[in-house]
T-cell receptor, first 113, second 111 residues
């Protein structure tokens, strides 16, 4: 089975721009979660989608948003980029929402200049 | 109450030795405690996980010890190998979603 795939792997943007990141979960998995990883704050939960509905949300500003499509693929959008948004953005998929283990993709490295 | 505190931040162990990483949590509602291993340039990989109805779980050289009353859990890596050199994260959640991660431990195994 193919693992979680994320595109693009690397992105460079400037302040004020917006960015869209994509995640394809493991085949058959219906839940997708997004995390931000930075050296200072570590791994922090952004949000979780299951069956095209946001199930959980972390403590991030409204500039961070996401969605999930009927094929379980998910996108994450960050608007009005700030320097502090530079991070590794990780997507994790699980079979269902609830008691299923999460499997992470390789991440998208976003650099904001 | 949502924090998970992990120690040490970095650890150096000789090949063949035992690596021990500790985590403590506050939220008694947490019922799922995984450990992830991350190599540079890669996403975290699930190593082993435990639920609070057992005090220990072993998979190969990796063992989780869980102390519910102390709200602590730890990862033991037996016969540590250079290939185990990576960053390890403990995490906790209620229901396996919305993971709350520790700050990570950078483990170096000296040959």
């Amino acid at each position: 089975k193919a693992g979680v795939t994320q595109t693009p792997r690397y992105l460079i943007k400037t302040r004020g721009q917006q960015v869209t990141l994509s995640c394809s979960p493991i085949s058959g998995h219906r839940s997708v979660s997004w995390y931000q990883q930075t050296p200072g704050q570590g791994l922090q939960f952004l949000f979780e989608y299951f069956s095209e509905t946001q199930r959980n949300k972390g403590n991030f500003p409204g500039r961070f948003s996401g969605r999930q499509f009927s094929n379980s693929r998910s996108e994450m959008n960050v608007s009005t980029l700030e320097l502090g948004d530079s991070a590794l953005y990780l997507c994790a998929s699980s079979l269902t929402s609830g008691r299923s283990e999460q499997f992470f993709g390789p991440g998208t490295r976003l650099t904001v200049l | 109450q949502q924090q998970v505190k992990q120690s040490p931040q970095s650890l150096i162990v000789q090949k063949g030795g035992i690596s021990i990483i500790n985590c403590a949590y506050e939220n008694t509602a947490f019922d799922y405690f995984p450990w992830y291993q991350q190599f540079p340039g890669k996403g975290p990989a699930l190593l082993i996980a435990i639920r609070p109805d057992v005090s220990e779980k072993k998979e190969g050289r990796f063992t989780i010890s869980f102390n519910k009353s102390a709200k602590q859990f730890s990862l033991h890596i037996m016969d540590s190998q250079p290939g185990d050199s990576a960053t390890y994260f403990c995490a906790a959640s209620k229901g396996a979603q919305k993971l709350v991660f520790g700050q990570g431990t950078r483990l170096t195994i000296n040959p």
